[in-house]
């Protein structure tokens, strides 16, 4: 499957999750995660792109379950738990309502178009050799997903989608590489 399944490469242990759990204790002992703080650890400086900026806090306000501007140790837990130890099918419904921006059950073409814009240029700027347009990549995935028609993916739709075609699973995955990411940290801060 590609790029897609790249962070199952590297297996994330319950000793590397509990690690995560102990480091969230001790850095926040508030028990709450801020904005600021979830954008720190995960490299987000002013160095980094509007993209990456942008995409790290689509993926704190998803966790952030009860919309409170912070996430407390269950929703870590469960984010941790999903992103790296979490099925397919739960991954796609995540990502399904992070593209959902209006809530509505649907995706329309705008925001479908909204994510692949910002996960296409993360890509873009980690491999520059990436080529094609978003308009391209929406036209594409709306074609091999949307079944009946009619300008809308629904949640089926979506997940089913994803699961037939590595190419859409893809370009609409968001999880790029948390076990990966979750090493690379390891290795930073032993």
């Keep these: ?66 919309k409170d501007g912070k996430i407390d140790f269950l929703e870590y837990v469960a984010a941790l738990h999903l992103v790296l130890r979490g099925k397919l099918e739960d991954k796609l419904k995540w990502s399904f309502k992070v593209y959902d921006r209006d809530g509505n059950g649907c995706l329309d073409r705008q925001e479908v178009k909204h994510i692949v814009k910002i996960i296409y240029k993360i890509k873009k700027h980690k491999e520059p050799s990436i080529t094609g347009s978003i308009e391209d990549i929406c036209d594409r995935i709306f074609e091999l997903v949307d079944k009946n028609n009619d ?40």
Excluded at 156 to 182: C, H, R, S, Y
């Design 151 to 190: 300008s809308q993916i629904s949640l089926e739709e979506f997940i089913e989608g994803a699961e037939k075609d590595p190419w859409v699973l893809e370009q609409l995955q968001l999880d790029i590489g948390p076990g990966d990411w979750f090493i690379e940290q390891q290795d930073k801060n032993p």
């Design 1 to 66: 499957m590609g790029q897609a399944q790249s962070g199952a490469d590297k297996e994330v242990t319950l000793q590397n999750i509990q690690e995560l759990y102990r480091k969230f204790a001790s850095e926040c002992p508030s028990g709450n995660l801020h904005l600021h703080e979830f954008k720190k650890i995960f490299g987000i400086n002013r160095n980094s792109t509007e993209e990456e900026a942008a995409y790290v806090e689509i993926v704190f306000q998803s966790f952030d379950t009860n």
